[in-house]
């Protein structure tokens, strides 16, 4: 079965700077989502990637999927308070499935 | 895009009795999932609920367990059956509108079992 890791599993920054997480497959990708949550609160969605080499932005996060490293990588610039939270990357299981597996989830905290 | 609510939020149960969490959806979608996630867990798919059929089960879950209904194609509900304090979770449901659509959750549900 398809399995996603992410790292780092938890990261603290300063207001202000900039920070990465990683998300890598164990299969082929088949597109790939990320989520954001809050403590025991659903899911919010971020941004969905689908092809090889695709980016996207939405205010300050960027999403990049490496089809080729079987990975991706959500950035955040300048970070803020409103951006802590967990971030979880999800991926369809196979080609054609719309069902999930996700990753563990990257635990975000940002000191004002 | 999709909006999605469950209820209730939360809830405390005793063991052995049960629990239905609805889900209902803003807007006509093609399929519905149930997630669980555990404490300090990442969430883990249950099952697919298909409208107008018996849902699919992943492997680890079934039928008795976790009942599922889809009578249309906006609501669903998830029965979690003889509740033990191993059942508490937060539970989601989710959606998307067509195969490689965006895939919208729910707020979940958070459950509790004493």
């Known amino acids: 079965s398809q399995e996603l890791e992410q790292s780092p599993q938890s990261l603290i920054v300063q207001e202000g700077k900039n920070l990465t997480i990683n998300c890598t497959s164990s299969?082929?990708?088949?597109?790939l989502y990320w989520y954001k949550q809050k403590y025991g609160e659903g899911l919010i969605f971020l941004m969905m990637?689908?092809?090889?080499?695709e980016e996207k932005s939405h205010e300050k996060i960027t999403a990049k999927l490496d089809e080729k490293k079987q990975q991706s990588s959500l950035h955040i610039t300048a970070s803020q308070p409103s951006h802590a939270g967990i971030y979880l990357c999800?991926?369809?299981?196979?080609?054609?499935?719309?069902?999930?597996?996700f990753g563990s989830g990257t635990q975000l905290t940002v000191l004002p | 895009s999709a909006v999605i609510s469950q209820k209730p939020s939360r809830d405390i149960c005793q063991r052995g009795t049960s629990l239905t969490i609805q889900c209902q959806v803003d807007?006509?979608?093609?399929?519905m999932f149930w997630y669980r996630q555990q404490p300090g867990q990442s969430l883990t798919l249950i099952a697919t609920?298909?409208?107008?059929?018996?849902?699919?089960?992943e492997s680890g879950f079934v039928i008795d367990k976790f009942p599922i209904s889809r009578p249309n194609l906006t609501f669903s509900t998830l029965t979690v059956s003889n509740m033990s304090p191993e059942d508490s979770s937060i539970y989601l449901c989710?959606?998307?509108?067509?195969?490689?659509?965006?895939?919208?959750f729910g707020p979940g549900t958070r459950l509790l079992v004493l």
């Open positions: 999800g991926a369809p299981i196979s080609g054609s499935a719309r069902q999930l597996t």
């Open positions: 990637l689908q092809k090889g080499g």
């Open positions: 609920a298909n409208q107008g059929s018996e849902a699919t089960y």
């Open positions: 989710s959606a998307s509108l067509a195969v490689g659509e965006t895939q919208y």
């Open positions: 807007s006509q979608v093609t399929m």
């Open positions: 299969k082929t990708l088949y597109g």
